[in-house]
């Protein structure tokens, strides 16, 4: 198994390597109209300048473009709002006098998620009458030599594909649900790419946070991350803790079994595999420019979230996200004066919450939609 964990990293960087060398950097730049306020937009960093080149008509329904990986799943992928039919009883539907328009959901993936992992949090939206955009993050765009560069252009392909949606109709609201560290840092840097757009800002609605955050720059929790998501199913990290029914005792972020079955105990590959990416994230996460980099990122989601409501789905099970630093971060986020709600599932592990409690699930999002609806705004 220690072998097979090595051989993963070394395929990953070989990976990363041989795609950045052989793909060629694609242009993305956009023009915004002037804002609301007289001033033009602002440019994106990175690939997504908005300066120069002007999207197609048809981009203002769906963006027509997605970036593939070279296993040909696109990084972004769009389902636009379904027709709105007056009858279907959503909170988002279409409001008196038509003040409001169509409603998209951000959907921003767990490291290594799918887009048919996230389609399913898709659906759950049409059937709710908003649309959505799914944005995910394969392991190997950040297990590379650029420390995560070629994630922050794609934050900034999806920046301006949201713009661009949104620009084509001043009417247009955004909600955004984000899992796990890795959807919720992207959220920030969404949130840091569009600061300058004002009006953007002001339309979104609503953010649901599940299976996050953690503000400090823990190495543990960056570990257990990545080896969640380079062992999937076979990580004992994706499973219950010691405070679901299954009763294992956990110690610390990285959740050390201390007395547990062999069933649920760590192999000797997946601890090494721990071990060793804490070292490298010990060294990594300190790097000046990454460290900034984070840091800054950081800032925006503690100190300059939008004023719409936040709903945090959490669970005192998850083996990845410590419980106590989700509630930490709202007791933040509250002390702000904004809007905060939250629901600890207990027991159901890291982002396995929809598929452990369907219903429940459902019928929080509900909730939540009702209280950032167009009819309360």
Not at 2 to 29: D, G, K, M, N
Not at 244 to 249: E, I, M, Q, R, Y
Not at 347 to 365: E, G, Q
């Amino acid at each position: 198994m220690a072998a097979c964990s090595v051989r993963l990293l070394a395929a990953a960087h070989r990976q990363s390597v041989v795609y950045r060398h052989a793909r060629r950097p694609i242009a993305c730049s956009l023009s915004f109209p002037r804002s609301p306020g007289g001033g033009s937009g602002s440019s994106f960093r990175g690939r997504a300048s908005l300066s120069s080149i002007s999207l197609p008509s048809s981009y203002a329904a769906a963006a027509p473009f997605s970036l593939l990986p070279p296993d040909s799943e696109p990084f972004i992928q769009w389902d636009p709002p379904p027709p709105q039919d007056t009858s279907s009883g959503s909170p988002f539907g279409p409001s008196r006098g038509g003040e409001e328009g169509p409603a998209l959901v951000v959907l921003l993936g767990w490291l290594g998620a799918r887009q048919k992992h996230l389609r399913r949090y898709a659906d759950l939206y049409r059937d709710r009458g908003v649309g959505s955009v799914r944005f995910v993050v394969p392991v190997r765009e950040l297990v590379g030599l650029d420390l995560g560069r070629r994630v922050e252009l794609r934050v900034a392909d999806l920046s301006a594909e949201i713009a661009a949606w949104c620009d084509a109709d001043r009417r247009r609201t955004l909600l955004f649900h984000t899992f796990s560290n890795t959807g919720w840092l992207a959220y920030g840097a969404v949130l840091e790419n569009l600061q300058s757009r004002a009006d953007i800002i002001e339309r979104i609605r609503g953010c649901i946070v599940d299976s996050a955050p953690v503000l400090e720059i823990r190495p543990e929790v960056w570990a257990a991350g990545f080896s969640a998501a380079m062992l999937k199913k076979s990580s004992t990290l994706t499973g219950p803790s010691a405070d679901s029914p299954d009763g294992s005792t956990l110690n610390g972020a990285l959740n050390k079994v201390n007395s547990v079955s062999e069933l649920t105990k760590p192999s000797w590959g997946e601890t090494f595999l721990l071990s060793t990416l804490h070292k490298f994230f010990e060294i990594v996460l300190h790097v000046p420019d990454v460290n900034q980099r984070l840091r800054k990122v950081l800032t925006v989601l503690s100190e300059k979230q939008p004023s719409c409501p936040q709903f945090y789905l959490y669970s005192t099970a998850d083996r990845v996200i410590p419980a106590e630093c989700v509630e930490s971060f709202i007791s933040t986020q509250r002390s702000l004066g904004l809007s905060v709600s939250a629901h600890n599932f207990v027991s159901s592990p890291h982002v396995d919450h929809y598929r452990s409690f369907p219903h429940l699930y459902s019928a929080k999002i509900d909730e939540f939609l009702k209280i950032c609806s167009p009819a309360r705004v």
